[in-house]
């Protein structure tokens, strides 16, 4: 665990796995019991990751939202809240997105040696653009944001990005929230993609705790036999 942060992967998704709808407002998939556990979890974590697509579709700020949370992390002597992560190999990032804009803390962007160009150029001043090599190697990533002193680093989608670090072994723990109902829309964003996963039933996660929060059910599994560092 040396070469890479500890990863979480945090999801909201309908029984049927769906994370949003095909409308162009957000689906609200859970409950401020839920929000608030979310926002917990962040407050435990270093750096926070979430697609390009997902900048592009939500406009999240992907701050600590507790005051008396943020506070504490001052008091442990660390930035009130996260350094926040994208990735992209196509660029057209907003600067005027609120990744961009909310947090003193800072922005790091992560591309393909082609794309890095026109995006520093874009970026200039709002966030720091790092370069890959050909492809936006997760691996590479997050050994550089551990020589960046990420210890724990929490990933909030979209489907693509979660199926990336599934994929690929790099995930840690995941927290799942179940909405209590179903989509059933073919053309609305997924939990995952298909891939090659290496979660399967020769190689199960473990159920670590399970949690109602009103009607949404909240489930915490663990894979490997990493733990999140103290």
Known sequence: MNDRPYVLLSCAASVD????DASP???????????????????????ILVGATTIRRDDPSLLVRSPERRAARAARGL????????????????????FFTTGAEPKLV???????????????GVAEVVA?????????????????????????????????????????????AIAPFFLGDPDAPRFTHPGLFPQSPSRPMRLA??????????????????????
């Open 79 to 98: 930035p009130e809240n996260l350094v926040k992560v994208t990735l992209t190999a196509s660029g057209g990032l907003d600067p005027q997105a609120r």
């Open 17 to 20: 796995g769906y994370i949003d």
């Open 25 to 47: 407002e957000r689906l609200r998939l859970s409950n401020e019991a839920d929000f608030d556990r979310v926002d917990a979890a962040r407050a435990e974590v270093d750096a």
């Open 110 to 124: 992560y591309t393909t040696d082609q794309a890095a160009k026109e995006l520093r150029a874009e970026l200039d």
């Open 209 to 230: 705790e399970t949690s109602a929060l009103g009607d949404v059910a909240f489930l915490r599994y663990l894979i490997g036999d990493a733990s999140p560092p103290v």
């Open 132 to 176: 890959l090599g050909e492809k936006a190697d997760l691996a590479a990533l997050l050994a550089d944001l551990a020589a960046r002193g990420v210890r724990r680093l929490m990933v909030e989608g979209g489907g693509g990005v979660h199926t990336g670090f599934l994929t690929a072994d790099l995930v840690d723990e995941i927290h799942l």
